[in-house]
């Protein structure tokens, strides 16, 4: 993996005021064995738009309640059981947390990523 979460963990506790900090939730994706239709694949090649990551957890960040946003992509030709990416939202409470890491997470995989498995 090319991000530490020990470090991101470390670094959101030191830059985000305690007072919007109550949560940090971390979703760590990797490439499954079978697709979603079951068949058996090898891997995936998957390529991303760094400037639509950028303006996507820009957005997000924004949103109240929320301290911090980390997002680590992997890009090229991944193997069964390699990182796909690395998602951190930190913020005050499970009511903010919860939904902007679900959006981010949909909003990755519909707007920034370009994934095809073989």
Known sequence: MAVSIDRWMKEVMAQVDPARLGMILVHRGVV???S???EPV???NLHYDPSKLEEVVTELQAR???G???VWINQGRLRVGEDIMVALVA???RKEVLPVLEELLSRIKREVVREEEF
Do not use: C, D, L
């Open 68 to 70: 911090a946003i980390k």
């Open 91 to 93: 913020g005050r409470y």
């Open 32 to 34: 499954r064995a079978t």
């Open 64 to 66: 109240e309640g929320i």
């Open 42 to 44: 090898e891997g995936m």
């Open 36 to 38: 979603k239709e079951g």
